[in-house]
């Protein structure tokens, strides 16, 4: 699967941004979707997973309350909203797919997007 995240951009805090990440298959209902994100100087973070129905949402508790991911099967799209933004939300933010359930192990996702920047000003 081939997946092409965008979106990113500078904003200040407070604000919002939403991400988007279209996939290159035909079988994208198929698939597990995941956000992760990775600041400077530091490892990849999980931030949110959805199953391949929408039905299932699973967040990392920093964002909770915050980010929302949801999907689009007829148009293979995930998306992630993201308010109230913070700086130390500051990453460059990438998708994921997997054939399985939901997962918040990174090593578990078997295609990556190439990621898109998100820099939130104080």
């Known amino acids: 699967v081939q997946l092409q995240a965008s979106g990113g951009g500078l904003v200040q805090a407070g604000g919002s941004l939403r991400l988007s990440c279209a996939a290159s298959?035909?079988?994208?209902?198929?698939?597990?979707m995941g956000w992760f994100r990775q600041a400077p100087r530091k490892g990849r973070e999980f931030v949110a997973a959805?199953?391949?129905?929408?039905?299932?949402?699973y967040y990392t508790d920093s964002v909770k309350g915050r980010f929302t991911i949801s999907r689009d099967n007829a148009k293979n799209t995930v998306y992630l909203q993201m308010n109230s933004l913070k700086p130390e939300d500051t990453a460059v933010y990438y998708c994921?797919?997997?054939?399985?359930?939901?997962?918040?192990?990174?090593?578990?996702?078997?295609?990556w997007g190439q990621g898109t920047k998100v820099t939130v000003s104080s």
């Open positions: 994921a797919a997997r054939s399985g359930g939901i997962a918040t192990a990174g090593s578990s996702y078997d295609s």
């Open positions: 298959t035909r079988t994208f209902s198929g698939y597990s």
């Open positions: 959805i199953s391949w129905s929408g039905g299932s949402t």
